[in-house]
C-alpha cells in the first residue's frame, strides 16, 4: 500500500512568490524525494546482484519534477527519456510499480518485464514508451503534437532529452518540423554536462543548447535545473503558450549528473573530483528542503514526516516487487506478433 492517502491536505492558496500552491509545494518535495530514494535503493539492489542495471536521475529531480508538474495530467503527454523517473513519478508511477520495471518482472506496466529498466511507457498516463536510440523520442513527440493539432486538441507533448542527444538529425528534423507547423511541442534537454564521458564542450560548438533554438526561429529559454521552483515558473508559461496555438519550445535545463552515467559506469575515469564537489554542494532535493524550512513554508518536524514517510515507501515497494512473478520464457513473444 502506499501511504499517499494518510497524506496531510495543505492549502491551495498560491504562494506569490513561488506561483505554486502549499500543496503543490509540498508534491515537490514528495516527488523529487521519492525519485531519489527510488534511485538509492535500485543502486543498492545493483550491487547486491538483484537488478541488473540501474540509470539515474540523480541530480536531476528539479528539472523532472519542476517540469511535469507544469503538464495537465489525463491531458497532456510525455515523451520522456530514461532519467526521467522523476517525470514519471508526477505522472503517476508508484514506487511498487518503480520497482517492478527495475527489476523486470511480469507486471511491471511499462513493458511487462520486457524492455531495458527505465524505458518508461504507459497509455493511459499518456507517457510513450521510448526506443534505446537516443532522440528518437522528440520525433514521436512532433508526430503527437502534429496529429494534436490537426484535431485541434488542446494539448501539449513535452519531450525530454540530454544535451549530447542534440547533436543528433533526430532533434535538429523534430524542431524544424514542429517551428514550421507550430506544434504544440515542449523539447526539454537536461544539460547535466556530460554524455556518458563526454563533457558539454567535446559535444557542441554553442555554450547552450537554447542557442539552437536560433536556427529553428524557435521560442527558446534556460533554466537553473537544480532549482524545481524556477523550473516551474519557467516551463509553465511556455506550456501555456503552446497549448494556445503559440508554438513550440526549447528549453535547457542546466543540471548535472550527480552519479555516473549508469551502474556500469566508472566516472573517476573522466570526472574531476572537485567539480564534483562543487555541484553537490547544490543538490537539488536537499536545497530546495533547506529553502522551503527557510521561507518558513513548512516546519521541520513536517519536513521529517514526508522523509519517514518516503522511507517507508521504497521500504514496502522493494519488498513487495522482489516477491512478484517474473515474466515466463514464452512472454517474450506476447506484443510481437497479433497472434502466436
Ligand atoms: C544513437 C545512440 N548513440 C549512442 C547511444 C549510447 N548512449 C546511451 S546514453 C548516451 C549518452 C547520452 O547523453 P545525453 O544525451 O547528454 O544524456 P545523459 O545520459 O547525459 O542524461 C549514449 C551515447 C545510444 N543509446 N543511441
Ligand atoms: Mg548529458
Not at 527495475?102 to 504507459?122: E, F, I, T, V
Not at 512472454?331 to 506478433?337: I, R
Amino acid at each position: 500500500m502506499t501511504t499517499a492517502g494518510t497524506r496531510k491536505k495543505r492549502s491551495e492558496r498560491t504562494i506569490d512568490e513561488y506561483l505554486l500552491s502549499e500543496q503543490q509545494l509540498e508534491d515537490m518535495y514528495y516527488h523529487m524525494l521519492l525519485a531519489r530514494r527510488l534511485n538509492e535503493r535500485m543502486l543498492a539492489l545493483n550491487r547486491q546482484g538483484r537488478a541488473a542495471f540501474v540509470i539515474a536521475g540523480v541530480g536531476q529531480e528539479a528539472a523532472q519534477v519542476g517540469a511535469a508538474m507544469a503538464l495537465k495530467l489525463g491531458t497532456d503527454y510525455l515523451a520522456p527519456y530514461y532519467r526521467d523517473l522523476g517525470m514519471n513519478l508526477v505522472f503517476g508511477m508508484t514506487a511498487r510499480e518503480a520497482m517492478l520495471n527495475l527489476l523486470a518482472k511480469r507486471d511491471d506496466p511499462n513493458s511487462y518485464g520486457r524492455q531495458m529498466p527505465s524505458h518508461w511507457g504507459n497509455t493511459e498516463r499518456r507517457i510513450v514508451t521510448q526506443s534505446s536510440v537516443v532522440a528518437t523520442q522528440l520525433l514521436h513527440a512532433t508526430g503527437i503534437g502534429l496529429g494534436a493539432k490537426m484535431r485541434k486538441d488542446p494539448l501539449v507533448v513535452l519531450t525530454c532529452c540530454g544535451e549530447g542527444s542534440t547533436s543528433r538529425g533526430d532533434f535538429h528534423e523534430a524542431l524544424n518540423f514542429s517551428a514550421i507547423h507550430r506544434l504544440p511541442v515542449i523539447f526539454y534537454v537536461q544539460n547535466n554536462g556530460y554524455a556518458i564521458s563526454m563533457r558539454n564542450e567535446k559535444e557542441m560548438p554553442v555554450p547552450n543548447v537554447a542557442d539552437r533554438a536560433r536556427a529553428y526561429n524557435m521560442n527558446s529559454a534556460m533554466v537553473d535545473g537544480m532549482d524545481a521552483i524556477a523550473v516551474y515558473q519557467t516551463v509553465r508559461p511556455a506550456v501555456d503558450q503552446a497549448r494556445n496555438g503559440g508554438g513550440p519550445f526549447l528549453i535547457e535545463a542546466k543540471c548535472y549528473r550527480l552519479w555516473p552515467h549508469s551502474s556500469d559506469d566508472d566516472d573517476s575515469r573522466y570526472r574531476p573530483k572537485k567539480e564534483l564537489e562543487e555541484w553537490t554542494k547544490k543538490d537539488p532535493v536537499s536545497s530546495f528542503r533547506t529553502r522551503v524550512e527557510t521561507d518558513g513554508i513548512f516546519p521541520k518536524a513536517d519536513l521529517d514526516e514526508i522523509e519517514e514517510r518516503v522511507a517507508e515507501e521504497v521500504r514496502e515497494a522493494t519488498q513487495w516487487a522482489l516477491m512478484q512473478p517474473d515474466p515466463e520464457p514464452e512472454d517474450a513473444l506476447g506484443y510481437v506478433y497479433k497472434e502466436l
